[in-house]
């Protein structure tokens, strides 16, 4: 069975601190992991990982991808306030729709 | 306008009751997708549907049913609602042949089955 899991499942820090979200995973057809923000609406679309190594960027987020050992690292440096919110990994699969993880819920307290 | 619309956004109903969730998009997408969201369960597929003549059942398709009218509608059915079928529903479409996977999501609707 397709599965994507998450860890941890929540998680409460300090502004300031530096968080990382695991996320592994066990698919047929493996074609792109993804990274989504979950606030109080609709997911936003974080990174789109493909291939090992490789690490992605977004001022204070990054991600890596490890295909040998299918998991995917997000890390926030320096966290803020606006963090604060529900983490999601997917999977892609060639020929199917997207396999969500459970998320993680970060709350960052100032 | 977003593109991709979902109707009602807030919905309250009672056990029995035939519900319908609408969803259109104006991003020219062929696949859409219908996810649930509930506390702590992350999204789970319902159903999905690759083009206009394509639907495909999801992980947790019992107690729902789909039309895609066109290939900017897809709607979801519950044809007689339960309690525990209240959650956040959401509607996305992707892109046929791009290099990610990403779905493009609506802003939610959110349904209470008493």
């Known amino acids: 069975e397709d599965k994507v899991v998450q860890s941890p499942l929540s998680l409460v820090v300090h502004e300031g601190d530096t968080v990382t979200l695991n996320c592994s995973y066990e698919?047929?057809?493996?074609?792109?992991l993804l990274w989504y923000k979950q606030e109080k609406k609709a997911p936003t679309f974080l990174f789109m990982l493909t291939s090992s190594g490789i690490e992605k960027k977004s001022g204070r987020l990054s991600s890596i991808l490890d295909k040998k050992e299918l998991f995917s690292i997000l890390n926030i440096t320096a966290t803020q306030t606006g963090d604060s919110a529900i983490y999601l990994c997917?999977?892609?699969?060639?020929?199917?729709?997207?396999?969500f993880g459970k998320g993680t819920t970060l709350s960052v307290s100032s | 306008d977003a593109d991709v619309t979902q109707t009602p956004r807030n919905r309250i109903t009672k056990t029995g009751k035939r519900i319908m969730l609408e969803c259109s998009q104006t991003?020219?997408?062929?696949?859409m997708y219908w996810y649930r969201q509930d506390p702590g369960l992350g999204l789970r597929l319902i159903y999905y549907s690759f083009d206009v003549k394509d639907i495909n059942k999801g992980e947790i398709s019992d107690g729902y049913s789909v039309s895609r009218q066109a290939q900017a509608k897809f709607s979801l059915s519950l044809e007689s609602a339960i309690p525990n079928q209240t959650a956040l529903y959401f509607c996305?479409?992707?892109?046929?042949?791009?290099?990610?996977?990403?779905?493009?999501f609506g802003e939610g609707s959110r349904l209470t089955v008493l």
């Open positions: 997917a999977v892609d699969q060639a020929g199917t729709a997207l396999i």
């Open positions: 996305a479409t992707s892109e046929t042949g791009a290099d990610t996977g990403e779905l493009f």
């Open positions: 698919v047929t057809n493996f074609r792109s």
């Open positions: 991003k020219g997408h062929d696949r």
